[in-house]
């Protein structure tokens, strides 16, 4: 798979390399299954077509660039560790539009025009609740006459778990209160984390949630071995202490991954102190 990241710099070269396409739209933070049935559409769409499948998604995320800075984004997952899921999903390309001012002043058709029409795509596959355009005031209903009638539209119905729609917004919550059984239902995976580990403290990378304070099971995973063990977060604190050093050798240093599987009590674990 391609990433490809765009700006104002390169639009006009990027949009003469493109080549015919299925295009999945939005902001995929965590890949969920909502996320999924929306990219696996596209891939089927793509299929018929015989054309490749791409996403198209931005970043940062409006949050921060529309609040001038002053209001910060949970991330739940880095752009690097979302390419990985959407190649294992089948995608060809991956765009990613820096959003900037610029950007978020476009109008809807204008951004129909010049991110979808402009890059070749056949077909345009996203969510029911997808927005674009200045304001948000673009919606999938009203694509393809956004586009001339030059592209055709597939709208994704929601995808819900024990009658609750499924979101990056419900996957935050989980992750706020620990409750790391669910997530595996809403992601369609356990929730991972990577780490940079140093003795027996791991200081998480960037763009990712910390789950709430508490004991977990997890596994550590260096991508040569894998070890179940436990871990604590005390309170107010995002740096994760690991509480079976003595199970890893001397090569478990560096950046690892976490994957979470579900709280456990230990009180002794939790009055833990930096």
Known sequence: METIYLNAANLDYWKKKSTSNVMALGFFDGIHKGHQKVIRTAVNKAKERGVAVTVMSFFPHPKTVLSKGNETFDYIMPLTEKGKVLEQLGVDT????????????????????????????????????????????????????????????????????????????????????????????????????????????????????????GCYSVTIDNGIEQELVKVVIPENHHTIKLLDRHKLNYMWEGNVSIIWHHRVPDETAMSYSY
């Open 94 to 213: 991956f765009y990613i539009v820096e959003f900037d001012k610029s950007f978020a002043s476009l109008s809807p058709e204008a951004y129909v025009s010049n991110y979808l029409v402009d890059f070749g795509v056949e077909h345009a596959v996203a969510g029911y609740d997808f927005s674009y355009g200045k304001f948000g005031a673009g919606h999938v209903g009203r694509m393809e006459d956004d586009s001339g009638g030059k592209l055709g539209v597939t709208k994704v119905d929601k995808v819900s778990y024990q009658g609750q729609k499924i979101s990056s917004t419900w996957i935050r919550q989980l992750l706020s209160t620990g409750d790391m059984k669910t997530l595996p239902h809403v992601l369609g995976r356990s929730y991972e984390l990577a780490c940079k580990l140093n003795g027996d403290l791991l200081d998480p990378l960037a763009y990712y949630t910390v789950p709430a304070s």
